[in-house]
């Protein structure tokens, strides 16, 4: 138990002036979090930072600019020592809606396309694929040296985003599945690290290859996250509440190194595979054309409510073609 009167640091640390020591200034939270408003939407209280991944805020339409502005966050606010713990999810009632582009002008949803399925876009597929997309993983990982909490809120399918979180929360509703076997993809972008360390080889290897919804009841048991919260207002609540218990537990170096020692084997993991896996999805996706489009997302979510109505009688639904079925489960 953390005595109540242990008080935080924050604010506390005595700062060499850039004009002394001829050092750069960061970019302050005002300039990024504005930069990033239309993706991201940011507050922050005594050191802790709170971000809100939306699409017109509400739920994200997965696209480029997110994939784009995620490494930035991590990038921008890593760096801004003002930060001391970061809290990173969805904005609710899910994490994502879909998949694809928005029509900046009439807000509706555009489908995606496939990058190079043009000859001279083909280079997309570095810039907004394979390069954002590392350095998103990479970014969270590397570049944020302070304690992070994971809010995953409802339906979500990139939920390497805050189980990579050193801290992660889900509401009773959230659920998700790996889709990028069931889509034709090579899942390499970072989110088999994320599940297979996570929830095991051979559990992982089931989820990928048949779809499997998981919920949040059976992410807990998993050992995917730690803690279920009633919902989204309840979620964010409580990771406001960790986030000044570890503002209280610690000292300001002691809370940074301490953070990077717990993620060494995340580290390890990301240098050993992510840019060759990552790689390879991409040359799968450009030579077996993967449909990125949202129908199977959208599947999905008929799936995920069967599952999570059987959860509540104690059954299950096995994956199956066609759809499942409520079974019994056998222990």
Request: glycine share 8%.
């Amino acid at each position: 138990m953390i005595k109540a009167n242990y008080e935080s640091d924050w604010n506390k640390r005595k700062e060499i002036p850039h004009s002394e020591l001829y050092t750069i200034p960061h970019m302050p939270f005002e300039e990024y979090s504005e930069k990033l408003k239309d993706c991201i939407q940011m507050r922050r209280v005594n050191g802790i930072l709170e971000a809100k991944m939306h699409t017109h805020g509400g739920p994200v339409q997965w696209s480029a600019e997110l994939h784009q502005g995620l490494h930035y966050f991590f990038d921008w606010a890593g760096r801004d020592p003002d930060n001391e713990v970061i809290i990173l999810g969805g904005i609710g009632p899910d994490v994502f809606k879909g998949i694809g582009r928005i029509n900046k002008e009439t807000g509706e949803w555009m489908p995606a396309r496939e990058y190079g399925s043009e000859p001279h876009e083909s280079w997309k597929m570095y810039d907004y694929q394979y390069y954002d997309g590392t350095n998103d993983i990479e970014g969270q990982i590397f570049d944020v040296e302070v304690p992070t909490i994971g809010v995953w809120t409802g339906a979500s399918y990139h939920t390497d985003l805050v189980l990579f979180s050193d801290i992660t929360l889900a509401t009773a509703n959230a659920w998700t599945t790996e889709m990028h076997f069931r889509t034709n993809m090579v899942p390499g972008d970072g989110i088999q690290i994320a599940w297979r360390e996570l929830m095991g080889r051979k559990r992982f290897a089931y989820a990928e290859l048949t779809g499997e919804i998981i919920t949040a009841k059976k992410a807990l048991e998993y050992g995917m996250i730690n803690e279920i919260c009633e919902d989204v207002d309840a979620a964010y609540k409580r990771a406001w509440e960790i986030a000044e218990l570890i503002m209280h537990a610690a000292g300001r170096t002691t809370r940074r190194i301490t953070t990077q020692i717990l993620r060494k084997p995340w580290k390890e993991d990301i240098a050993n595979e992510l840019r060759a896996s990552f790689a390879s999805e991409m040359w799968v996706t450009a030579t077996d054309h993967s449909p990125h489009e949202a129908k199977y997302w959208d599947d999905a979510h008929e799936e995920a409510a069967l599952v999570m109505a059987a959860e509540k009688q104690g059954k299950v639904v096995r994956p199956r073609i066609g759809g499942g079925q409520f079974e019994d489960e056998i222990k």
